[in-house]
């Protein structure tokens, strides 16, 4: 029976272990590295990228920095929350040797899926307002704008048009996209599939417009549509949240990407940084 990590530090993992169960599909919350052995692919829900990047370092998800920050971060969360982060935590400034983290995970080849913070976290490269400072897990080939269509405000669902997930799910091709202070795809590698994208909404452009970041200001003004779902081998990125809708397609779909994955090993070319 093929079981699902979700990575359950933060964010709308609860949702997506919702949607698991009403597909029949067995859901594991992931918060230790040592439970990702159990599992056959991973989903990594939306959230907050930063606080996600800072927690899995606090739980030894991604190799941690050797920095006095995170440590006291990492004790922070600790007495805030609650949490016990002894040793068998993998809370400890090691390697984490001998735990499959995160990274390891995705060069396995098992699908792991991204849902708009987990997009960013999955990306090799994340660029936009507040970004920055963040480690990526990286492996999907693009690059990511943060907070792209503007903040919490600015959040809107909008019908995408998806012809994959009909030709393989069944349905129509539309698909009802909830975007919370979303972020999109600029640029993907040439292994990547496009699989939605969609028009730049009028009042992002304005509120893009009055960002004075140079370069960049102009590249987003420009551009009328943006892509905003893709896959690359056994990875799956979403800019929006298909967890909080009733269409459960997008689960059903990604698992059938384990079942095509079996044999296929992924090329993974893990980053480490934001611009
Ligand atoms: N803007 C958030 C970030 O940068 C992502 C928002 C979301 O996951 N809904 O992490």
Not at 40 to 47: F, N, S, T, V
Not at 212 to 220: A, K, P, S, T, V
Not at 240 to 255: A, G, K
Request: charged content about 20%; hydrophobic content about 40%.
């Amino acid at each position: 029976m093929t079981t699902v990590g979700v990575l359950a530090l933060q964010g709308s993992f609860n949702e997506h272990m919702a949607a698991l169960r009403r597909i029949g599909v067995k859901g594991v919350e992931i918060r230790k590295a040592e439970q990702l052995q159990a599992v056959d692919a991973l989903i990594i829900p939306g959230g907050e990228s930063t606080t996600m990047a800072k927690l899995a370092h606090c739980h030894n998800l991604v190799r941690p920095l050797l920095s006095v920050d995170y440590h006291l971060f990492c004790i922070m969360v600790a007495i805030v929350l609650e949490i016990g982060l002894g040793e068998s935590d993998g809370f400890e400034l090691s390697d984490g040797l001998g735990f499959p983290a995160l990274r390891e995970f995705v060069s396995t080849g098992k699908p792991v899926w991204g849902t708009c913070a987990g997009l960013i976290f999955l990306a090799n490269k994340a660029i936009g307002q507040k970004s920055g400072g963040q480690e990526l897990i990286g492996g999907l080939d693009c690059i990511v704008n943060r907070n792209f269509f503007g903040s919490q405000l600015q959040s809107f669902e909008t019908e995408l048009s998806v012809p994959k997930l009909a030709e393989e799910e069944g349905g129509p091709n539309g698909f009802r996209g909830v975007f919370i202070r979303a972020p999109a795809i600029l640029e993907v590698g040439p292994d990547v599939e496009i699989l939605a994208d969609c028009p730049v909404p009028l009042e992002t452009k304005k509120s893009i417009m009055s960002v004075d970041n140079g370069q960049e200001e102009e590249m987003l003004v420009s551009c009328e549509r943006v892509i905003v779902a893709v896959r690359q081998g056994n990875l799956l990125g979403t800019a929006f949240h298909p967890e909080l809708t009733s269409d459960l397609r997008w689960h059903s779909f990604f698992l059938k990407m384990k079942k095509d994955s079996s044999d296929r090993s992924l090329q993974c070319v893990p980053t480490s940084g934001t611009d």
